[in-house]
């Protein structure tokens, strides 16, 4: 954009490190202390001898709740993404591409725009009382169902970006040479939005596993996912620094492999979602 | 064509008629599953708020008593100052949070725009944040804002100064709150303005330039304006999850020292599951619910009349 030249280009790296290191550090130095025994972190030593106790501690320990706490996080963010993708790939493509009146798609789309406005906690206290009803609170079911909910919204938007780019006359061309409508979907539309699909199907799986709001209030012990048990570590009594810091370190590890494999979608999605 | 043909043909007779039966109304069939999980866990809930926001439900013996009290419920509401406090800091934070992104991220989409090394590593390095839970990110620097302990702390000790109390004071608390959200999204803030930096038309930088446009008068009176509408789209969004802002407050204060810190979520989420008031708080819930809708109705105004100019 700008031609940076002389002084002004090492400024401009100048501050671009900066960024780097201001957007790194605070990882790294929680990376850091994780490796440390309790000691000393709260001498804030900066020379010692690295231990994977924490590690060990959290993940191994039989008083540890935290491989559970894993394991539920992995099944509430596939289930709910692998729902979510069906049920928003189809309704984007519904809205999308068959007729719908004009005032049902927007009251439709719209509804989807405010409820992805309003913050989940003004939701929570109702489906606190509807869970206890039908015996889903406290349940992995009810967090999963919690957690489609809270995604649609980003899924449909997101599908119908990339099903408005397909041309109509592929879809026309297969109808009449005899598809009937299901096959158009699945053999022709559907292929075509397989990026569109990874792209909401990382940032999905990453806003379920990140999800705490509603996970906080809508689970027990028992099946109380990832950001639940970091928050308990930070809330005991006496707070567990070291566990506290290999835990965190442990929860971004998704993050960190979509970074490196799947960055492409990820600013895809990002962007798509945020400029249509 | 064959292809086509061969697939109608395979369907054994006893689905033909399910399939055409899908077939005929696969408008409906497509959007149902997004539909009933709509209706059953956004609209449904929303009616139960206002039944909810007009009683008293307490709890016995695992049974719900449900009390007709819309009176006090509305003076629970008129007597709320915490609510008030927790507005006013929402607001605050959301305003300065995001002024400090926007500008952050500008920046940073126009510089890297503009350099010609390290392009991917830097976008790569700075994705980071926006993928990590907020949870970890809140339990990452209640390590570094520690009193005793933390990096802040050692590095202004270093200069000789004092430990700062950034999560014990009153004054500091939601400025140090802050922080923590501009780290967390400022990133964001630069990948959507970097994307639509990357997107602007060459011709009109290379014609100014040659024109002898500066630096300077090219940031200011070229590209800023030209991007407005991906500026306004930035401040949206990040003023609605400024808004919700909930998972690092909770980590970080709770809401303390005092009221220092209370936010809107933050204050719900007490009035729901702390007072077990789930009357008051679906009231609550309610003015926060139309507040939003508001705001999105007078955002998106302001965003069509951004656009149109």
Known sequence: MLVLKGPTRWLAYLVLAAGVVAIIGPFLWVALQSFKYEIAILQGAWIFSPTWFNYSDVLYSHRSDFPGNVWNSVVVASVSTFLVLVAGTLAAYSLSRLRWNKWIARTFLGWTLIFNMIPPLTLVGPWYLIFREVGLYETLTGLILAHITLNLPMTIWMMMAYFSEIPKEIEDAARVDGCNRIDVFRRISLPLVTPGLIAAGVLAFVFSWNEFAVALNLTSRATATVPVAIARFAQQYEVQYGQMAAASIVSTIPALILMFFGQRFVVQGLTMGAVK | ?309
């Open chain 2, 1 to 309: 064509m064959e292809e086509f043909l061969t697939i109608d043909a395979h369907h054994t007779p006893r689905y033909v008629g399910a399939i055409q039966f899908l077939d005929r109304h696969f408008k409906w069939v497509t959007i149902a599953p997004a539909a009933v999980l709509l209706i059953l866990l956004t609209i449904y809930p929303i009616v139960n708020l206002v039944g909810m926001s007009l009683s008293t439900i307490s709890f016995e013996a695992a049974k719900e008593i449900w009390t007709f009290t819309p009176a006090a419920n509305f003076r629970d509401l008129r007597d709320d100052d915490i609510f008030r406090i927790a507005l006013w800091n929402t607001f605050v934070f959301a305003v300065v949070a995001v002024a400090v992104e926007i500008v952050l991220g500008l920046t940073l989409a126009i510089l890297v725009a503009s350099v010609t090394r390290f392009k991917g590593t830097i976008r790569t390095i700075l994705i980071v944040p926006i993928l990590m839970p907020p949870v970890a990110i809140g339990s990452m620097w209640k390590l570094m804002y520690s009193m005793d302990f933390g990096v802040l702390n050692q590095i202004v000790t270093t200069f000789g100064l004092q430990p700062i109390n950034w999560l014990g004071s009153v004054s500091l608390a939601l400025f140090s709150i802050v922080i923590v959200d501009v780290w967390h999204w400022t990133p964001f803030v630069f990948l959507i303005l970097f994307a639509a930096v990357e997107g602007l038309p060459k011709e009109v930088i290379e014609a100014a330039r040659i024109d002898g446009a500066r630096n300077r008068e090219l940031v200011f009176k070229i590209i800023i304006p030209l991007l407005k509408p991906a500026i306004v789209v930035a401040l949206l969004f990040r003023i609605i999850l400024a808004f919700k802002v909930f998972d690092e407050v909770f980590l970080l204060t709770s809401g303390g020292p005092g009221t220092s810190t209370e936010v809107v979520s933050l204050h719900l989420y007490k009035v729901f599951f702390q007072q077990n008031q789930m009357g008051y708080g679906a009231m609550l819930s309610l003015v926060i619910i139309a507040a939003t809708i508001a705001f999105l109705w007078v955002g998106q105004r302001a965003a069509a009349a951004v656009g149109a100019r």
